[in-house]
């Protein structure tokens, strides 16, 4: 569910980017582009699918880690009720890790984005 997700939305950024890219580049005629939408989804299947899920695999991958962390955390609050002092010590920790988590994550889809921005540019 996390991979089929994160392809989705890889795939959706790269219709977007493919289509601004053929927009600009293309050379024009009278009647302007020729579907730049649907030439962008035949790019993305055609050319570049490994790349889009490739990137999708390591954002699902965080997510999903994350998705643990938090699991973890709520079974933490379920079984340590009585013992509130080390209840809230590993509530601190996992909250902790998830917040580098949640940072990696937004490195790794800065940087898929621009990825895949580089990918439509150069094909």
């Known amino acids: 569910m996390f991979w089929v997700t994160a392809f989705i939305e890889a795939y959706n950024m790269f219709v977007l980017v493919s289509t601004a890219s053929i927009w600009y580049f293309e050379v024009s005629s009278q ?53 509130k002092a080390l209840s809230e010590a590993y509530k601190c920790l996992i909250t902790c890790c998830e917040c580098c988590l949640a940072c990696c994550l937004k490195c790794v889809e800065f940087i898929n984005k621009h990825a895949y921005i580089q990918v439509t540019i150069y094909s």
């Open 31 to 83: 009647e302007g582009v020729r579907k730049p939408i649907n030439r962008s989804y035949f790019r993305g299947i055609r050319f570049h699918i490994g790349s889009l899920a490739f990137g999708s695999l390591i954002v699902a991958i965080i997510r999903f880690v994350i998705a643990i962390c938090e699991y973890v955390k709520y079974q933490i609050e379920l079984s340590m009720a009585s013992n």
